[in-house]
C-alpha cells in the first residue's frame, strides 16, 4: 500500500500518477480523515500531558492537607480522561477509515513505465525467434488435445464445471514433466531454493500481495475456514515473510510449483474453449526480496530467467512492457511475455514479470536493514517462471505434425521418459 506520508507530501503527483493508470481514488477525502485524525491525536496527546501533571499534584495536594482541591483535581482527571477515551476511539475508527481508502488505492507506476491509455499503448520489447511456417493445416490445441487424448474437457466439466479440465496419459506426463523441467531450470541455474507451500491461505496473507480487499469477488473461498483458495504461488510465498525482518543483502529468491484456484478467468464467455482461460491451472512462480537498490537491476534478471524457459523449448515469444493504463493493482513496473500460437493465431500471455516496489511489503510488513541497520521495507518482485495452460497450448501448435503427431523439445525429452513425440 501506499504511504499515508507520501500522499501528504505529494498528492499532486499521487493523483496524477493514477489518472495515468485510469485508476480513481479519493485523494482529497483522504486528506481530510488524515487531516482530522493528526488533530484529534494533538488533541488527546495534550490532555494525556495534562492529565499526567495533575495526577502527580494530587499527592502534594493531599500531603499539604488540602483534600478537596485534591478531590477536585482527581474528578478533573476522571473527566480528562474520558475524553481521551472518546479521542483514542476517534482515532482508531479514523484508522479503520484511513487503511479501507488506502488499500483500495493501487500502486504508483515507476517512474520508467510508459504512459499510455490502454494495451494498445504497450511497446514491444524485444522477440525471439520466428512464426513457424506449416505446409500442412494448423490444428489448434483443442482438436489436438482430443485427438492424442491428452486432455478430456467434457469429463473435467462433468466432474466439477467449464474451465476444470483433466489432463489424461500423456498430456498428465507432459504437465508433469514441464513443472519439473522449470523447478529444475529455477533452482540448478538460476539461484532459487524451492518450496512448496499451502494451497490455501488466510485474509491477511491476501491482503499482504493485494488480492484482498479489492478482488475479493475473484477468489474461490471457504467460509466455514475463512481461508481463500491462491490464485497464483505468490500469495503463500511473499507472505513466507511477512511481519519479519529479513537479510537481503543477497537477493532472497524462492521458486514454486502450485496449483492455482481464479473466478474471474473466462468471464462473459471469452476464450472459454479449450486452455485459454481456466478457473484452475498450474503454475512455477519465481519471487525475490531485495533492497531497493538492487530493485531494478533485479527486475531484469527475473525477466530474463521467465525467457530462458521458452528458449530452451525453442518457442517464439516477444516481450512487452506494460504502458500505466495496463498495469496490475500492485505493480510499479511490469514485463509480459507472450507466446505465439499458431493453431488459434495469437499471442498468448504466458507470465508477468512485476516489480512492486515497497508496495506489498508496507501491506505485509516485510523489513530489512539498511547499512545503518536501521529497518526499511524491502522491494518485492515476482514473475510466473511459467504458467502452463497457454505454454501447453503454444507448445502443441508449434509442435504439431501432418501425421498429427506432436515433436517434443529436446529438454523435455528426459522427463518424459525418452518419448520424442507424442501421438
Given amino acids: 500500500m501506499l504511504d499515508i506520508k507520501f500522499i501528504r507530501e505529494n498528492a499532486d503527483v499521487v493523483k496524477q500518477a493514477l489518472a495515468n493508470r485510469n485508476a480513481e481514488a479519493d485523494i482529497d477525502g483522504l486528506l481530510e480523515l488524515d487531516h482530522l485524525r493528526r488533530a484529534v491525536i494533538t488533541e488527546a496527546e495534550g490532555l494525556k500531558t495534562e492529565r499526567n501533571a495533575a495526577s502527580k499534584a494530587i499527592g502534594g495536594l493531599m500531603k499539604e492537607g488540602k483534600k478537596d482541591e485534591a478531590e477536585a483535581s482527581k474528578e478533573n482527571v476522571r473527566i480528562i480522561g474520558d475524553r481521551i477515551a472518546v479521542l483514542d476511539e476517534q482515532v482508531r475508527e479514523l484508522d479503520e477509515k484511513i487503511s479501507n481508502i ?247 500471455e504466458v507470465s508477468s514479470v512485476s516489480n512492486f516496489g515497497d508496495y506489498q511489503a508496507r501491506r505485509a510488513r516485510i523489513r530489512c536493514r539498511d547499512e545503518n541497520g536501521k529497518p526499511q521495507f524491502v522491494h518485492t518482485l515476482n514473475g510466473s517462471g511459467v504458467a502452463l495452460p497457454r505454454l501447453v497450448v503454444a507448445l502443441i501448435e508449434s509442435y504439431q505434425n501432418a501425421d498429427g503427431t506432436v515433436t517434443l523439445p529436446e529438454v523435455l525429452r528426459p522427463y518424459m521418459g525418452g518419448l520424442e513425440k507424442l501421438g
Avoid at 182 to 195: A, I, K, Q, R
Avoid at 255 to 261: E, I, L, M, N, R
Avoid at 272 to 298: C, I, W, Y
Fill in 102 to 348: 488506502i488499500l483500495y488505492i493501487p500502486n504508483l507506476p515507476s517512474a520508467t513505465t510508459p504512459v499510455g491509455s490502454s494495451e494498445e499503448d504497450n511497446p514491444v520489447l524485444r522477440s525471439f525467434g520466428e512464426k513457424k511456417e506449416f505446409s500442412f493445416e494448423v490444428k489448434p490445441h483443442w482438436d489436438i488435445c482430443e485427438e492424442l487424448k491428452l486432455v478430456d474437457f467434457e469429463r473435467g466439466a462433468k466432474i466439477t464445471g467449464s474451465g476444470f479440465p483433466v489432463y489424461t496419459g500423456q498430456g498428465a506426463k507432459l504437465q508433469r514433466s514441464l513443472i519439473s523441467f522449470m523447478l529444475d531450470l529455477h533452482t540448478t541455474e538460476h539461484g532459487y531454493t524451492e518450496v512448496e507451500p499451502p494451497f490455501v491461505c488466510n485474509a491477511d496473507s491476501m491482503t499482504g500481495t493485494g488480492q484482498l480487499p479489492k478482488f475479493s469477488e475473484d477468489m474461490y473461498y471457504t467460509p466455514s475456514d475463512e481461508l481463500y483458495l491462491i490464485p497464483t504461488a505468490e500469495v503463500p510465498v511473499t507472505n513466507l515473510y511477512r511481519e519479519e525482518i529479513i537479510d537481503v543483502e543477497k537477493p532472497v529468491k524462492l521458486t514454486a510449483y502450485t496449483p492455482c484456484f481464479r473466478r474471474e478467468a473466462g468471464a462473459a464467455g471469452r476464450d472459454t474453449r479449450g486452455l485459454l482461460r481456466l478457473h484452475q491451472f498450474d503454475k512455477v512462480e519465481m519471487v525475490n526480496f531485495v533492497t531497493p537498490e538492487q530493485s531494478a537491476a533485479q527486475h531484469e534478471i527475473l525477466i530474463a530467467e521467465a525467457e530462458k524457459v521458452l528458449q530452451l523449448l525453442g518457442l517464439h515469444y516477444r516481450v512487452i512492457e506494460l504502458c500505466t493504463a495496463d498495469l496490475g493493482f500492485s505493480a510499479a513496473k511490469c514485463y509480459d511475455i507472450e507466446l505465439w500460437a499458431p493453431g488459434v493465431e495469437r499471442w498468448l
